[in-house]
């Protein structure tokens, strides 16, 4: 496996993918969250969205943790923006960089922000133009990249036209997001593939959930397509509202975990990681998904006199 | 992807390495878990194994499991024996196919059958002539294979050691275990690759936990590397006694999920091995960790007027 990226650049998203979809925690708790992740090492961390708080109550209060928060000059933070009203708030809050979220199936755009793909896209053209206007960079998600949840099957071909139209109105980068867990190794390969083929020197960033377990598994089939920037949420953060006990976002010390043992660097203290992870859990105050969280990193000794591990 | 394995076979090994690690379930519900995997598509289970009561009681009633399951003419069945003593037992009971086991780590073997790799490896070299001499067949699994939770590093020479050795013996297949989850794809790809360049013709199966995540991962790295033979556990069965809340091996319908959308035959019904996994849920009277079991596979339509997905 010579041929991987050197080095990754991860964004943390937890304090907003991740609390987004927990019940609600107070402002200090995330803000002393968001605090410890500036100090794992970790470069990029997605620290509230700016929605509507009768949609999403979780995230009310976005100007005050983000006013609250210790920033680290090392640390790149961002906010993710459903519109045009939301980037506003967001700039008008001092963010640099932003995401704007879009659907690539009609359905699930028209269940979260009430129109179609299109009709986003046409918001999002005069969002880019608002964020360069005012010296922001702004990155476009594509949500349900791999599947949709209603509609089943995504085509890649429809996954394009949303990143064409995206690139063309002024995209500073494109996320693909794994909404539901639909991502298949095979299908990493495929879509990326491909869009490597049309855009070779996009900025493209992966963000997969693990809600079947093969979050880790698509991010080696990227990374052996030399993808080198992914979100992951601390502890594996955040429910799947749909299926109550399945998991949200692949967990970032499982990420960091895996990629370090194999020679690929992302910056990031394990154990700083894992420690953020334990005051996730603690704030959340229920049992996160993370295996490395429970069993510790591979270099954990268990003691002679412990019970055997069996086979 | 085009190059991986058109078809996997898959050994199912919940009855035995799930139930091993959980707190002692009936053997009428054992035997009707084993009665469900039969009925799964799956083609070989491993359904006992024949240690010392004392050392493992979760297996006392290996005889009558074995005795009381009704066996599907198109399931392999095979137990895990520790040492002659057990094999003589399996033997006895009717089994024709048995699997040998031995810690490529000195300080992982003698916790588990007090003597030394070599010591093991003696023993099994009488073991595999009594297995042959009685028209039986045995695979040996070499535990510890990519880590040892006392020792840490086990160095691939001292697994090609193992392989060597058993090999000589007359082992009619090899399994490599990952005990305790240490193994990433980097990893797999050094160890596999290189015995791969040693034995070219050997029937090799990888036996992986998830116990920190990387279960999967870890599967596409070797489909890559051609290896068409895993082991696999029900609902992800059985945890792991040092970490408690951890998981053991990786659960079969997330790996007959995962293959499966892409274009990897297991020969298994999906539905069928989760509700056998549901069933495995009943019967040890705790969440397991398959993630497919929760949010079921990736086909499964959310109704329209559910609630959204988020991002």
Redesign the interface.
Known sequence: ?SDLPAALSLREVGPR?GL??EDPVPTEAKVALINALSGTGVGRIEAVSFVHPKAIPQMADADAVWSGIDRNAAVRYSA?VPNLRGAQRALDAGFTEIEA?V?ASD??NR??VNRSTAESLDDIAALLALAHERGATCQV?V?TAF?C??E?EVPPERVHWVVDRALADGADGISY?D????A????V?QLVGETRMRHPELALNL?FH????????N???ALQLGVSDFDASVGGL?G????????GNI?TE?LV??VE???VATGIDLDAMIAAAAEAEQLVGR?LP???L?????????P?D??????
Do not use: W
């Open positions: 496996m993918d987004q979809n993710l979220v659907s359905t699930h269940k979260n998600i949500s599947g949840p209603y089943g997001g909404t539901t867990g639909m298949t190794p095979s299908r390969t963000h693990n809600t079947r377990g093969t979050g880790l598994a991010v080696l089939a955040g799947c509202p749909y299926a109550p006990g399945a998991t967990a499982e975990h895996m043992d194999m020679g049992k993370s295996q490395v429970r069993a510790g990193p591979r270099t954990r000794r268990t002679l412990d019970p055997v591990t069996g086979y």
